[in-house]
């Protein structure tokens, strides 16, 4: 029997398409439960009791794989190499309406066989680092944080770098401190907080490199020393994780510990800024690059750098790192169209 590392494709969904009674066989190993495992030689040993013929060639350690039956049905499991069983994960639940999918405490339900498995690599605690190359729209950033928020209960903080470098037509200087500099690059992830996922700005505060940026009443408020200091402990006892954005400049030397670490936009970082914030990874942290090849913008970005398509290939295939492509926009039906007709 033949498995080896697949580190060419990194990302891309494995489909198995099996005869009714091997689907079957398959879906009563796992007993009809997500989040459960099966193993497998009893995997391999049902398929070929109909096909003597069929080998696994392409598994590696979690690889995102789909098994179908003849009459459309679906089972989703990702390869766990170490033990040798599939894990099954729970099943997309798509909507009309993205913002349907997000009940009021803010979790966010998966819309596609994509995002099903990314959000379970997200929420997996045998799983250190994601890598998700995805097109715009495709739910790369919203995921990560949904998941960094709501499953992930042994980091005590959300840590975001996103490129500050200009992009496109040049903005000019922005003057004032470090907040005025920096606010205007965290305003995406503020809107996919508090207008998106609907969270509470006291729950969930954000931060710039951990300077207070969002009160409940607006953006950037000075502090003018006269608040009261009992309601300044009543809202810190309200806090249930902080989100933050942070700059790779500033990162050097310091250590990321027990944080989920989301690195978005990456194929605007350069190779030394991607290096320089994986090194400093500790504790029970977990890692996301994000990064859309079709958006490259940073003018600065050194040509021979190689990107993180090239650390997710070489990467893929440890027990501890796990890759997936996000091809679909599910933001709006229009855009989803708009994207198909101009691609």
């Known amino acids: 029997m033949l498995i080896r590392r697949l580190v060419s494709k990194p990302g891309e969904i494995l489909h198995f398409y099996l005869t009714k009674t091997q689907f079957q066989d398959i879906k009563h190993l796992c007993s009809k439960k997500d989040d459960t495992t099966f193993p497998l030689d009893s995997v391999i040993r049902e398929i070929q009791r109909h096909d003597a013929h069929i080998m696994f060639h392409d598994l590696y350690a979690n690889a995102p794989c789909i098994f179908h039956s003849p009459n459309g049905d679906k089972l989703l499991a990702y390869y766990k190499s170490g033990p040798k069983v599939f894990r099954r994960i729970r099943s997309p639940q798509p909507s009309d309406n993205i913002l349907e999918a997000i009940p009021e405490k803010g979790e966010l339900t998966s819309q596609n066989d994509y995002q099903a498995f990314y959000y379970a690599f997200m ?3 045998t799983i250190t680092c994601v890598f998700a190359e995805g097109s715009a729209g495709s739910g790369k950033t919203i995921m990560a944080l949904n998941a960094a928020i709501n499953c992930h209960k042994q980091t005590e903080t959300v840590r975001i770098f996103r490129p500050t470098t200009e992009s496109g037509k040049e903005i000019g200087f922005l003057k004032g401190d470090l907040e005025q500099k920096i606010g205007p690059y965290s305003l995406i992830v503020s809107d996919l907080m508090y207008k998106v996922l609907r969270l509470s700005r006291y729950e969930y505060p954000l931060e710039i490199t951990e ?8 953006y950037n408020q000075k502090k003018n020393g006269n608040g009261d200091e009992q309601d300044k402990t009543k809202k810190a006892l309200m806090i249930k994780k902080k989100v933050i954005i942070d700059i790779v400049n ?7 510990l027990n944080e989920t670490v989301i690195m978005d936009e990456t194929q605007n970082l350069s190779d030394n800024d991607i290096e ?3 090194s400093r990874i500790l504790g029970f942290s977990k890692t996301v690059l994000l ?32 890759c997936i492509k996000l091809p679909k926009c599910v933001r709006n039906p229009f855009v989803t169209e708009m994207l198909d007709e101009v691609a």
């Open 276 to 278: 320089t914030v994986l």
């Open 123 to 125: 929420k997996s605690d």
């Open 250 to 256: 500033y990162v050097q030397g310091r250590n990321l």
């Open 211 to 218: 300077l207070p940026i969002f009160s409940e009443n607006g």
């Open 291 to 322: 990064w859309d090849p079709r958006r490259f913008q940073r003018k600065l970005v050194n040509p021979n750098d190689k990107g993180p398509s090239y650390y997710a290939k070489r990467m893929a295939g440890h027990e501890d790192v796990a």
